[in-house]
């Protein structure tokens, strides 16, 4: 992402602070397909990721005055939003013990290639700090931040005591913060 895209975001962010339709409808072109692409990931169901995606912006449309460019560049904060969204639905909506496969599939979200262009550096670098977590600690944040279970059922789910999965998530956000430099 280049310096100049995020000081776009938040003037359009901004806008809409202001009740400007015309800058969420730009920033809904711009940014729909990434929020779309995190949201369908965690719920895995194309209408139920285009309903989450039109409520996602239902809220940035309500809630665009509580964005604070100091703490966070818009993309970041509007992917929090969806994210939420799609946990929010999911624990709505879905039965919340995942099979083996379910957790295999996950993990392997974060495994997926990604363009070697300049705009999926931080995905990249995330990539490789995830590939360098113990399996467990990598499968407990797969679930956590792709489908969006709580470490209560993510220990349902692994067949592990809730203390062991809470340990293996602190050590891997631990690890990635480390790793990502943060």
């Known amino acids: ?3 100049n895209v995020p000081h776009i975001q938040a003037d359009l962010m901004n806008q809409i602070a ?9 920033l809904y072109h711009v940014l729909s397909p990434r929020l779309y692409g995190i949201i369908l990931r965690m719920v895995r169901r194309r209408d139920w990721a285009e309903e989450i995606l039109h409520d996602t912006f239902i809220q940035i449309w309500q809630s665009a005055n509580y964005y604070d460019d100091k703490r966070s560049e818009p993309h970041i904060w509007l992917s929090h939003i969806a994210r939420n969204r799609a946990i929010d639905f999911l624990r709505k909506h879905e039965n919340r ?3 083996v496969d379910e957790i295999s599939e996950a993990e392997a979200g974060f495994q997926t290639p ?3 262009d300049a705009s999926h550096a931080e ?4 990539q490789h700090c995830m590939a360098h977590l113990p399996p467990e ?7 956590a931040y792709y489908r969006g279970l709580s470490q209560s059922e993510i220990a349902l789910s692994m067949s592990q005591p809730e203390g062991t999965v809470k340990s293996w998530i602190r050590r891997a956000l631990t690890h990635l913060r480390e790793c990502i430099g943060l």
């Open 97 to 99: 013990i995942c099979s």
């Open 1 to 3: 992402m280049t310096k």
């Open 123 to 126: 995905a990249r670098r995330l």
């Open 114 to 116: 990604l363009p070697s």
């Open 18 to 26: 202001c009740g400007d339709k015309a800058a969420l409808a730009q």
């Open 137 to 143: 600690q990598r499968q407990s944040i797969s679930l």
